[in-house]
């Protein structure tokens, strides 16, 4: 049974540019949320998406949006990249009600 | 605003020693506290978790104590391992299980044989 996989695992960006993460959920879970995880710092929550829609936002600016598709996998974009932007972004996933299990990330790195 | 802080940084503890970290949070809604361990390139991995109902849980060499009145909790482990050098984070949440978790910065454990 594959857990929660992600994809790329690395990936260099221009300041300005967009850019797309995607996530597969462990088998049987139907709920994704996104988390960013500065260098040394704890992860913080972006949003939740359940049954296609952003159930929960965390603080984050616009510029950061997603998307969950009907077999439940997700993305997440980011628009008009920042410096500060650079971070190991996480995705996470659950059945409604019950612990949440990460991927292993993707790094973003911008330049 | 951080909602919920652990202590300490970072810990260097003796093989077979009790390795202790500490967290506190302020916000009385929270209703779900977990543990996470992290190794460097790995996403978080649960360890254990508790509910403000119950004031210890332990599952192995780890055990959550979990004080209500005064809005802390902590993880023990046990006769600590070298495999146990990771970096271990706190969370809180309120409502379901998995929404929106609210980390601590993190402490960073050696376990030196």
């Known amino acids: 049974d594959a857990g929660v996989t992600q994809s790329p695992t690395h990936l260099i960006k221009t300041r300005g540019q967009q850019v797309t993460l995607r996530c597969s959920p462990k088998?049987?879970?139907?709920?994704v949320s996104w988390y960013q995880q500065a260098l040394g710092q704890g992860p913080q929550f972006i949003f939740q998406?359940?049954?296609?829609?952003?159930?929960q936002r965390g603080n984050f600016p616009d510029r950061f949006s997603g998307h969950q598709f009907p077999n439940y996998s997700s993305e997440l974009n980011v628009n008009a990249l920042l410096l500060g932007d650079s971070a190991l972004y996480l995705c996470?996933?659950?059945?409604?009600?019950?612990?949440?299990?990460f991927g292993q990330g993707t790094r973003l790195t911008v330049v | 605003q951080q909602q919920v802080k652990q202590s300490p940084q970072s810990l260097i503890v003796q093989k077979g020693g009790i390795s202790i970290i500490n967290c506190a949070y302020e916000?009385?809604?929270?209703?779900?506290f977990p543990w996470y361990q992290q190794f460097p390139g790995k996403g978080p991995a649960l360890l254990i978790a508790i509910r403000p109902d119950v004031s210890e849980k332990k599952e192995g060499r780890f055990t959550i104590s979990f004080n209500k009145s005064a809005k802390q909790f902590s993880l023990h482990i046990m006769d600590s391992q070298p495999g146990d050098s990771a970096t271990y984070f706190c969370a809180a949440s309120k409502g379901r299980r998995a929404d929106g978790l609210t980390f601590g910065k993190g402490t960073h454990l050696i376990i030196q044989p």
């Open positions: 996470a996933s659950s059945l409604t009600g019950a612990e949440a299990f």
């Open positions: 088998s049987g879970h139907d709920t």
């Open positions: 998406y359940y049954e296609e829609e952003e159930r």
């Open positions: 916000n009385t809604a929270f209703d779900y």
